[in-house]
């Protein structure tokens, strides 16, 4: 079941940018502002790995894959989840995925494609 909505994927040459966002919808996330937000992806033939973190006390965590590439960032009165995608590379093709978590509660969205070639 989709709780979260992505968007801004695509196709991008590689060194090129992207800018995914998540929307939560205002009927579920009442208050946005206490969950954990993440980004993930999912290669094909791979597992899903975890890209980017923000807390509800936005500390941010980055693999060291994508570390001084992307940028993570949240905007709570927005109810939106970021992620600025530079220098992008063929190996980051995947697709990725919004999550939500507090506690035992964990929210997905549908996933967005994102796929880095010439």
């Known amino acids: 079941q989709v709780h979260l909505v992505e968007s801004g994927g695509g196709l991008v040459q590689p060194g090129g940018s992207l800018r995914l966002s998540c929307a939560a919808p205002?009927?579920?996330?009442?208050?946005?502002?206490?969950?954990?937000m993440a980004w993930y992806r999912q290669a094909p033939g791979k597992q899903r790995e975890l890209v980017a973190v923000v807390t509800a006390s936005r500390s941010t965590n980055i693999a060291d894959s994508v570390k001084g590439r992307f940028t993570i960032s949240r905007d709570n009165s927005r109810k939106t989840l970021k992620l600025q995608m530079n220098s992008l590379k063929s190996e980051d093709t995947a697709v990725y995925y919004c999550?939500?978590?507090?506690?035992?509660?964990?929210?997905w969205g549908q996933g967005t494609q994102v796929t880095v070639s010439y």
């Open positions: 205002r009927s579920i996330f009442s208050v946005f502002s206490v969950y954990d």
């Open positions: 999550n939500a978590k507090r506690g035992s509660e964990s929210y």
